[in-house]
């Protein structure tokens, strides 16, 4: 469990601190969003190569293979990467069936939004904490990224746009582009989904 209070740069797992590569930069989490992103990697081995990215010891899907032999200490690292993910809490159910936006493909949009809150272009700073980059995150307000997400809800649940966001759609076709999941997609993230809801549900219980 990660203390709220601090920045952690470190997981423990079966009683073992393991350093988080990078003290957690959010380059190397959005790497390994990257990994687990990876169409052309069966799902078991994105969440291994996302976990060789995560833990700073990790050379290749072997380290891990042969570090975690046993099945629950697999889980844990694969929950505290989660956790970490989320700022902390592990009791997020992950649902990836629909993705309203892509840290790839939207990148220019997010760092866009982040470097006004932030007050600086954050890709030029050497290090940036994860939970840090979260927090500017959160703060996106109404803007651009904020009605392209909602105008992409809206077309994925099959609501009617209103006048100034077909507007928007018909002037900026290119945002609405996005690398939503195919079917094949879909069922490969049910391998990362049940890894990570099942184990969240073994430490609630």
Known sequence: MYDYYDLPTTAFIAGKEYEIR???DFRVILDCFKALDDEELP?????????????DCFDDITDVINTFTKQD????????MYTFFNCGQNNITINTKYKLFD???DAHLIFAEINKIAGKEIRAEKYLHWWSFMGYFAAIGE???STIISIRNKIINNKKLEKYEREFKRNNP???NWRSKNAQQIKDDEYIRQLWNSNSEHKSG
Not at 43 to 55: C, G, Q, S, W
Not at 73 to 80: H, R
């Open 43 to 55: 799902e078991m081995y994105r969440v291994y190569t996302a976990l060789v990215i995560f833990y």
């Open 22 to 24: 990078n003290k957690g």
């Open 174 to 176: 290119h945002y609405f």
């Open 103 to 105: 840290w790839q493909q």
């Open 73 to 80: 200490d697999l889980l844990t690292a694969v929950n505290e």
């Open 143 to 145: 803007g651009t990224f």
